[in-house]
């Protein structure tokens, strides 16, 4: 047993602690040892594969970016030239024939450079005049949509000068759209009255505009572009 006083260790028989004399009777017993403690290894850290960050999704599409130049006023203009070539011909050949067929050949040997236009309609006859206009409309429209929507991409006065349509992206135009960018070029630049003014704004806007498109053009979105 030991003292309740000072902790010294006491014979089981003692009446009184040796060392500070506090009585034996009011010895503690021996409080129980405590275990040291004990101390593991950390246990080795895991090592976790880096994930490799992704990049954010964009906000909004990049900006169209064109392939390749905008196709200017003059070199349009000069393309415009070839293919009112390569149009008149076959079309005036077909308008000998219609009037062949109409029996008013020798009406046209007739016509003076100063006849009034209602006049030349009168000898020529209605019939033949809408014919010609159907010919020249059918005609120029196959022409220039079904080319500039084909693999070539554009007429062969656009080919010769290295010039090619497409949409706003940058692809190959439907022969709806084709058909459409006709409809506000040529077609409304021949509509009496105000054709002359719409054809010279539409010509005004190819040389000025940023990315050199005239009305047509813009109506049914397509960009005209030329090889780099």
């Known amino acids: 047993m030991f003292c ?3 902790g010294a ?29 004990t101390y593991s ?3 080795a850290p895991v090592a976790v594969p880096p994930v490799a960050a992704s990049a954010p999704p964009p906000m909004y599409p990049p900006a169209f970016v064109a392939p390749a130049p905008y196709a200017g006023f003059w070199l349009r203009f000069v393309a415009a030239i070839i293919d009112g070539v390569i149009l008149g011909i076959p079309i005036v050949v077909i308008v000998i024939l219609i009037a062949g067929a109409m029996g008013i050949s020798g009406a ?20 033949f005049v809408f014919a010609v206009l159907a010919v020249s409309v059918v005609g120029t429209w196959l022409y220039f949509a079904a080319m500039e929507s084909s693999s070539l991409q554009g007429t062969l006065g656009k080919k010769a000068l290295g010039l090619y349509v497409t949409d706003m992206q940058g692809n190959r135009v439907t022969f709806g759209r084709a058909t459409g ?8 630049g021949c509509v009496p009255g105000l ?18 498109q005239a009305l047509h053009d813009m109506m049914a979105g397509c960009l005209v572009l030329r090889k780099g």
Do not use: H, W
Not at 11 to 34: E, I, M, S, T, Y
Not at 197 to 205: A, G, P, Q, R
């Open 9 to 37: 260790a006491l014979p089981d028989d003692a009446a009184f602690c040796g060392k500070c004399g506090q009585p034996a009777g009011a010895a503690r017993p021996a409080a129980p040892p405590v275990p040291a403690p």
């Open 108 to 127: 046209f040997q007739n016509i003076r450079p100063d006849e009034n236009p209602g006049a030349v309609f009168a000898m020529l006859g209605i019939g």
């Open 41 to 43: 290894a950390p246990a």
């Open 195 to 212: 054709g002359g003014l719409y054809f010279i704004v539409d010509c005004i806007c190819a040389g000025i505009t940023d990315k050199k």
């Open 181 to 188: 960018r006709y409809l506000g070029g040529r077609f409304l």
């Open 4 to 6: 309740s006083r000072c």
